[in-house]
Each structure stands twice: as structure tokens, then as C-alpha cells.
């Protein structure tokens, strides 16, 4: 297991601060509104998947743990940023309440199934990246918070289960490539 928390939480914090220029960055526009909304339900995000992940993991395990609380902060990060520029503030905190619950979880999946991952990212990345993914289709507002081109809005802001399908549709294309791809290539070196 990883065992150096100092270190760990150093970095948490570095890639917490460095996804204020990710996000927002990413809109590829000078937009000071836009850019302070981004910055807004990106950091909505981490707190509440921190402060999930807290909870649940005091709840389940019988004590915080700092391994899932950084876990929480970063599964929130990651399941946010797909959606950031489209949900309003509050459904980000939901995206990451879900993300922080969900990751406590996923490290306890892998981790009994004997998969090698010290750090959780399996969990973070790849689970919650999958919710993040479909939290578009769910949250999303499409053009009222004046990102461009924008998503058709969510199932929760009337917008039926036409994003959410398109999000579905997206993330096991991109799942079904990365394994094969993945296969052909370790076979390749094999």
C-alpha cells in the first residue's frame, strides 16, 4: 500500500490547484464569466467529493482515512470535469457526493478482486471517470452558462435520456477501444 500521506497529499493538493488551469483552461476563451463559473464547479466538485468520501469511509471502515479522503478529493475532480462548463454549482457538489461515495467503494472492489493499485486511480479515473461521463447527461443545462458548443441538457433539466445516451454511447466507445487496443498491444509485446 502507499504509505508515505505527507507525499500523497502534496500531490493532491498540486493537482488540485493544477485542475484550475485544466478546466478552466479549457474553454479556449477569454471569458472571465465563464472561466469563474468553471472554476466554481470544479472546486465544488473536490470539496464534496472530499467530504463524502470522509463520511462514507468513517461509516464503513470505522475511522477517516486520509488515503480515501484524497481519493474522494480527486474522484470529484475527475467526474466533474467532463460537465464543468454546463451544470450549475449545486449539481456539481451532487457529481461530487457521488463521485466521494463511489470511490471508497471502487478501492474496496479492487482492492478485494487483487488488483494492483496502491493509489486508487483504477477507482478514480476509470469508475468515476465513467460517472462523470454519464453526470453530463444527467446535469447538464446545455447553453445557460454560455459554453459554446454545448450539450442538449440533461435528464434532470428536461432534456430526456437523449445526452444521457450519447454520454453512454461515448464512454463504452472509448472503453471498448482502449481494451482492444490494449489487448493488440500487449500481445504485440508479449
Same mark, same amino acid.
Request: proline share 4%; charged share 5%; hydrophobic share 55%.
Given at each position: 500500500?502507499?504509505?508515505?500521506?505527507g507525499?500523497?497529499? +502534496? /500531490? !493532491? *493538493?498540486? +493537482?488540485w490547484l493544477?485542475?484550475?488551469? #485544466?478546466? &478552466?483552461?479549457?474553454?479556449?476563451?477569454a471569458n472571465?464569466? =465563464?472561466?469563474?463559473?468553471?472554476?466554481l464547479?470544479?472546486?465544488m %466538485?473536490?470539496a464534496t467529493?472530499? $467530504?463524502?468520501?470522509?463520511?462514507v469511509?468513517? +461509516?464503513?471502515l470505522g475511522? &477517516?482515512?486520509?488515503s480515501?479522503?484524497?481519493? %474522494?478529493? =480527486?474522484a470529484? =475532480?475527475?467526474?466533474v470535469?467532463?460537465s !464543468?462548463?454546463?451544470i450549475? $454549482?449545486a449539481?456539481a457538489g451532487?457529481?461530487? $457526493?457521488?463521485?466521494?461515495?463511489?470511490?471508497?467503494?471502487a478501492?474496496?472492489?479492487?482492492?478485494?478482486i487483487?488488483i494492483d493499485?496502491?493509489?486508487?486511480?483504477t477507482?478514480?479515473?476509470l469508475? !468515476?471517470?465513467i460517472?462523470?461521463t454519464?453526470? *453530463?447527461g444527467l446535469?447538464s443545462?446545455?447553453?445557460?452558462? /454560455?459554453?459554446? &458548443?454545448? &450539450?442538449k441538457?440533461?435528464?434532470f433539466?428536461?432534456?430526456g435520456?437523449?445526452q444521457?445516451?450519447?454520454? #453512454?454511447?461515448?464512454?463504452a466507445?472509448?472503453g471498448?477501444?482502449?481494451v *482492444?487496443?490494449? =489487448?493488440?498491444a500487449?500481445?504485440?509485446?508479449?
Amino acid at each position: 500500500p502507499g504509505h508515505n500521506m505527507g507525499l500523497a497529499t +502534496l /500531490g !493532491c *493538493l498540486i +493537482l488540485w490547484l493544477g485542475w484550475f488551469g #485544466f478546466n &478552466p483552461g479549457s474553454t479556449m476563451d477569454a471569458n472571465g464569466k =465563464l472561466i469563474a463559473h468553471i472554476a466554481l464547479t470544479t472546486n465544488m %466538485g473536490a470539496a464534496t467529493g472530499g $467530504i463524502a468520501a470522509t463520511v462514507v469511509a468513517w +461509516l464503513y471502515l470505522g475511522k &477517516p482515512d486520509l488515503s480515501m479522503i484524497i481519493n %474522494g478529493i =480527486l474522484a470529484g =475532480l475527475v467526474s466533474v470535469t467532463a460537465s !464543468c462548463a454546463f451544470i450549475s $454549482i449545486a449539481s456539481a457538489g451532487v457529481i461530487g $457526493i457521488v463521485a466521494g461515495v463511489i470511490v471508497v467503494f471502487a478501492v474496496g472492489f479492487f482492492d478485494r478482486i487483487k488488483i494492483d493499485d496502491p493509489v486508487g486511480a483504477t477507482s478514480v479515473h476509470l469508475v !468515476c471517470g465513467i460517472w462523470g461521463t454519464l453526470a *453530463l447527461g444527467l446535469f447538464s443545462q446545455a447553453d445557460k452558462f /454560455g459554453a459554446a &458548443p454545448f &450539450p442538449k441538457p440533461g435528464l434532470f433539466f428536461g432534456g430526456g435520456f437523449e445526452q444521457l445516451w450519447y454520454q #453512454f454511447v461515448g464512454a463504452a466507445a472509448v472503453g471498448g477501444f482502449t481494451v *482492444l487496443f490494449s =489487448l493488440i498491444a500487449w500481445y504485440a509485446i508479449a
